[in-house]
């Protein structure tokens, strides 16, 4: 009995020792250098004056605004203390501030600096414009409360504080007095890193920040508990995929992102890399004008959408399913907005309904103008192939953006052009329901819904009305939606904790030594 | 020289605002209203009529001010060209080292043994060099010695001041790519030459005295032959410092080529103009300096 | 009696030609190719522009020689129908320059007030980097193949002007001309009746060497991305697309190269061959 108890008590011991070193990876290492290769530099790093997604991959480290977004997308408190506190005229936002908050140069955060950034935002940022028009006044109760009246009831106002692509981020007052118009040179914000210097066309370094004060909640998304592990994070920008991941392979990056999809294969079996499929950031889409040409006819432009061939299209487009998503939402399947409205026109393939509704339009194979970027063609080529089966008659150009955007500004020289629409933290914010654009959608009833999207403040009202909104794109057809589309992200195999959402930030990441 | 300068410059003007398109739509990305891009188009001076912008630009550019990019975060156009100088002077001096040495050295041989397999050899090797497409070799290349043999970088560029080795490493492929079409004309120019002069009477009459054959080709006979291998030299060094658009292309190189491909699609038009510029400035500059490595070479020419 | 005399000459050169080995090669590769442009659809096993989402990217096999590329479509039928692009592209730009081109150089050859205007500008145009002003009048263009067409003819004509123009001085001054205008022929006579007569060997030189000129510049702009449009299965198209697939499937670049060089090197045999025998005179450092 002494012999057995000896071996269990060894083979304890042993299985002890061997998990050993994967404990060891699972603890967080402080100190090191992380070495990003993003594909190009931004072309700033002030928040308020870029929609630039490479801007806030730099900037989520360094700034924070009043509220942020966990992974699912719902909305938490950050400088804030707590919830907003609000009148029953749903007018009146009163917001109260935690109160040990330092920026990066030492300064305490105050009201005085809240109100001056969310002021500089509504004057300088173009979300911030669309907000402000909204907006009566933004004023200072005390050094740690800030009110927000309203004109209206507006629905976006709390996703628009907790945004960070383009969002109110929070300066201290001098930078926003130094820079009321241009884009600011200094970068002075509250998060876990700070800003230490900017190489043009070289790197961008930024440096742990010792006086940040992190929240002690869980963290999810950028919301919670945020460490900066690293002591530097530097962001190289490098716009040839191949240098990218040769790179990371090499060891002189850790990190690269927009990695060609094609080298998924070879690169997902290497020991010492990790891959990372990251999560949807926007769909590809055909904009139909409904002013000009053959497309006017709401039956062709719903015959066009029986065509598609969602699975077909993406793969000769776009490249290996994993990369790829059928999905009819105009939201993304991570965010709360996420619906199947209207989803039996989704995806049809249906050529013979196609016939039928051409035949019902009247339509004589008059030639449909159709634009594609470099990006776009093979997806656009792929489904002109059905569209030539049910009979359509597609003139499909490849032009480079430039020209295709300024062809764009004569909706009668162009029927139909592809792009992709992006996501964003409200779907009022997205092209999907911006009815300007292209040649612009002319309906009372999107224009309808759009408003009361805007100004409902109840979550689940509003769900309701963009469900509404989303039956009536796939009734009326203004654009097509294709799919989801992923890209690749390569890291190596020392890097933990990184997060692989949407926009990338290093806060939780460290790297083994 | 001026004159072809300014005709480079009104050219350069004048297709540039033919181009369909403008920076502001490029900025403000393919998610832009038509309204937002009229409104950025107007804040950057874009909306005035062609003339007045023409006015405008060639009084900025009599004054030497060359502009700021518009997608380099406002530096100069200066600036910008030189941080991508280093990349295209590399690779010009490293293919054209390679190109001269090789060509000059098979040519020579090519000549003294004219007739023989090696020179029909050469003719052939030379013939297709010129013929294959030299992206296609590029990609070859790559395929060969940075996949199938991963020898080298299949892309990519370290600057000097990260290591020298490292920095030649990613210039290999795309040097020999770009001296392939040089060394078959150099080769071929400098075999041309030497089968002239060889012929020649006073060579005939110094073997004649008894001078060792090689002693006799290398030393007279290339000596004269040089003169035009020198033009055709220039000519393949002006056309480098062009910026071998589509090696640089290819091989991922931040090198002059590169930056004007990407300014002409992102309409960048100070870049653009500065570019070609540079490049018109490039070029008669280096044809300058062969004429006057001409009367070095020989003092019978005068100038 | 100069005409009698011009056929026998003919003849003699024809002879001359085909005693060259490397030139009658590239006759023979030139007529392939012919040859495969104008029967490419018995030639080709597929439609070059059918797309098979399900067939991607195979390796050559029996169903596909070339095997196929990121849409599905058989890269032997599209090198196949390259070859059409490649001579169309290639007799046409020759065409043009060659009308263009002799016209300029005559009259600026011949003319001293008009050349001093004419090679300014094209020196001006001649010092930019050809590739560069292709791309940006494609550019200006948008893609096509009549535009491909223009451009090239564009970028080409000042090099036929230029050699037009060298031999109009030489012939200028010959004892044809003295007596052409002693008998009272005018100016115009003279220009565009006797002195090209005399002027054909370097146009037919110089029109070779475009022809291979423009194969490769094609290729090269249909590569960048701004000559073809990108479904045309043309040789510069197909080795672009296949530039990401390196690794995966080098086939796709692999073939369309191997065309490109074997028809650019007939061209420069065709080329050297002629020049050998039209005029063995002409400065063979040129």
């Avoid at chain 1, 890291?491 to 083994?512: I, P, Q, R, T």
């Amino acid at each position: 009995m002494t012999k057995t108890f000896t071996t269990m008590v060894m083979a304890i011991i042993a299985l002890a020792v061997f998990s050993l070193p994967a404990w060891a990876t699972e603890t967080p290492v402080t100190g090191g250098v992380l070495k990003i290769a993003i594909d190009s530099d931004p072309p700033t790093l002030d928040v308020h004056s870029t929609r630039a997604t490479l801007a806030v991959y730099v900037a989520g480290n360094v700034y924070e605004g009043l509220y942020a977004f966990t992974r699912k997308g719902e909305i938490k408190p950050m400088l804030a203390s707590g919830m907003p506190d609000i009148s029953a005229d749903k007018l009146t936002y009163t917001i109260p501030l935690r109160r040990e908050i330092k920026f990066h140069n030492g300064k305490a955060m105050t009201s005085a600096d809240v109100k001056a950034s969310l002021d500089r935002w509504g004057k300088v940022a173009s979300y911030g414009k669309q907000l402000f028009a909204h907006i009566e006044s933004v004023t200072v109760k005390d050094d740690y409360t800030v009110v927000i009246t309203l004109k209206e009831q507006w629905g976006t106002l709390m996703s628009s504080l907790a945004m960070l692509l383009g969002g109110p981020v929070i300066y201290p007052e001098e930078i926003c007095t130094q820079y009321p118009a241009k884009p600011s040179a200094e970068y002075i914000g509250t998060g876990p890193y700070m800003f230490v210097e900017w190489r043009p066309n070289d790197h961008i370094t930024l440096k742990r920040f010792d006086g940040y004060k992190a929240l002690d909640t869980a963290s999810d998304g950028y919301t919670g508990r945020k460490t900066a592990y690293l002591d530097q994070l530097v962001f190289y920008g490098i716009s040839e995929e191949p240098v990218r991941v040769n790179g990371v392979e090499g060891g002189e990056y850790d990190f690269a992102d927009f990695v060609p999809s094609d080298e998924y294969e070879r690169l997902k079996d290497e020991k010492n890399l990790r891959t990372y499929i990251s999560p949807p950031r926007a769909w590809f889409v055909f904009v139909l004008n409904t002013k000009f040409g053959p497309t006017k006819n709401k039956k062709v432009r719903q015959a066009m959408l029986a065509t598609l061939d969602v699975k077909g299209t993406m793969a000769a487009g776009y490249g290996d399913e994993i990369f790829w998503r059928v999905d009819p939402s105009l939201a993304l399947k991570e965010q709360v907005w996420h619906s199947t409205a209207g989803e039996a026109a989704y995806n049809q393939n249906n050529i013979e309904k196609a016939k039928t509704l051409l035949k019902e339009a009247g339509y004589n194979g008059e030639k449909i103008v159709w634009m594609a970027g470099p990006l776009e063609y093979n997806l656009s080529l792929a489904a002109k192939s059905n569209m030539k089966k049910a009979g359509l008659n597609i003139d499909l150009q490849s032009m480079e953006w430039a020209t295709l955007l300024s062809t764009r500004k004569n909706p009668e020289l162009w029927h139909a052009f592809s792009s992709g629409f992006t996501a964003k933290a409200d779907p009022s914010l997205t092209t999907a329901m911006n009815l300007k654009y292209g040649a612009g959608w002319d309906n009372p009833e999107a224009q309808a819904l759009f408003n009361n999207f805007c100004t409902e403040p109840e979550f689940e009202s509003r769900y309701a009305i963009l469900g509404k909104f989303q039956e009536l794109v796939y009734s009326e057809v203004p654009y097509i939606k294709v799919g989801d589309y992923k890209n690749l992200r390569l890291s190596s195999n020392k890097v933990h904790g990184f997060a692989n959402e949407l926009y990338l930030y290093f806060f939780n990441v460290w790297k083994d030594k | 020289m001026a004159l072809v300068l300014l005709v480079v410059s009104i050219t350069i003007f004048i297709v540039m605002h033919l181009l369909p398109g403008d920076p502001a739509a490029i900025m403000l990305g393919p998610e832009a209203t038509n309204e937002d891009i009229a409104v950025l188009k107007a804040e950057m001076g874009l909306d005035k009529p062609v003339w007045i912008q023409f006015v405008d630009w060639t009084g900025r550019i009599v004054r030497g001010d060359l502009g700021n990019s518009i997608f380099f975060q406002n530096r100069s156009v200066p600036d910008v060209i030189a941080d991508h100088l280093e990349a295209t002077l590399l690779l010009t001096l490293f293919s054209l080292g390679l190109a001269t040495v090789i060509g000059i050295f098979s040519g020579v041989v090519a000549a003294s043994t004219h007739e023989s397999i090696y020179d029909r050899g050469f003719m052939l090797l030379t013939s297709m060099a010129v013929a294959i497409p030299n992206f296609w070799l590029g990609l070859m290349l790559v395929l060969g010695f940075a996949i199938m043999i991963p020898i080298l970088p299949a892309a990519g560029y370290s600057p000097l001041s990260q290591g020298v080795w490292s920095c030649l490493s990613y210039l290999v492929l795309p040097s020999i790519t770009l001296a392939a079409g040089a060394v078959a004309l150099i080769a071929r120019m400098t075999r041309a030459c030497m089968l002239d002069v060889l012929r020649n009477d006073y060579i005939r009459t110094a073997k004649a005295k008894g001078v060792r054959q090689s002693f006799v080709i290398f030393k007279h006979a290339l000596r004269n032959a040089i003169i035009p291998v020198v033009t055709v030299i220039g000519m393949s060094f002006a056309n480098l410092m062009g910026g071998a658009v589509v090696t640089e292309s290819i091989f991922n190189i931040p090198g002059v080529g590169r930056l004007l491909i990407k300014s002409v699609f992102t309409r960048d038009y100070p870049v653009i103009e500065g570019v070609v510029l540079y490049i018109a400035i490039a070029w008669t500059l280096i044809n300058l300096m062969v004429d006057i490595i001409y009367t070095l070479i020989d003092p019978r020419l005068e100038y | 009696m100069i005409n009698t005399k011009e056929k026998s000459g003919s003849r003699r050169t024809l002879e001359k030609f085909m005693k060259n080995p490397t030139a009658v090669f590239g006759v023979v590769v030139l007529l392939v190719m012919f040859i495969m442009a104008i029967f490419a659809g018995q030639i080709a096993t597929h439609d070059p522009l059918e797309i098979n989402p399900g067939d991607r990217l195979m390796a050559p096999g029996p169903a596909h020689w070339f095997g196929t590329d990121r849409m599905g479509r058989d890269v032997f039928s599209r090198v196949v129908y390259g070859s059409r692009i490649s001579l169309i592209v290639g007799f046409s730009v020759v065409t043009l320059t060659s009308i263009f081109g002799t016209f300029l150089g005559l009259v600026s050859g011949y003319f001293k007030r008009l050349d001093e205007v004419i090679m300014r500008i094209l020196d001006g145009l001649m010092a930019f980097p050809g590739l560069i002003l292709m791309i940006m009048i494609m550019a200006v263009l948008g893609r096509s193949l009549v535009n491909v067409i223009i451009t090239l003819a564009i970028v080409y004509v000042p090099r036929m002007a230029r050699v037009v123009r060298g031999a109009v001085l030489v012939q200028k001054e010959q004892t044809y001309v003295e007596a052409a205008r002693a008998i009272g022929a005018g100016p115009m006579r003279i220009l565009f009746v006797h002195i090209p007569r005399n002027c054909i060997a370097p146009i037919i030189i110089q029109g070779t060497m475009i022809f291979a000129y423009v194969v490769l510049a094609e290729s090269a702009l249909s590569f960048l991305g701004v000559g073809m449009p990108p479904e045309t299965p043309s040789w510069g198209v197909v080795i672009s697309s296949g530039k990401v697939f390196l690794r995966r499937a080098p086939w796709i670049s692999f073939f369309s190269g191997i065309a490109i060089s074997l028809c650019v090197l007939a061209l420069n045999s065709i080329g050297d061959g002629l020049r050998d025998v039209l005029d063995p005179r002409l400065n063979r450092k040129g």
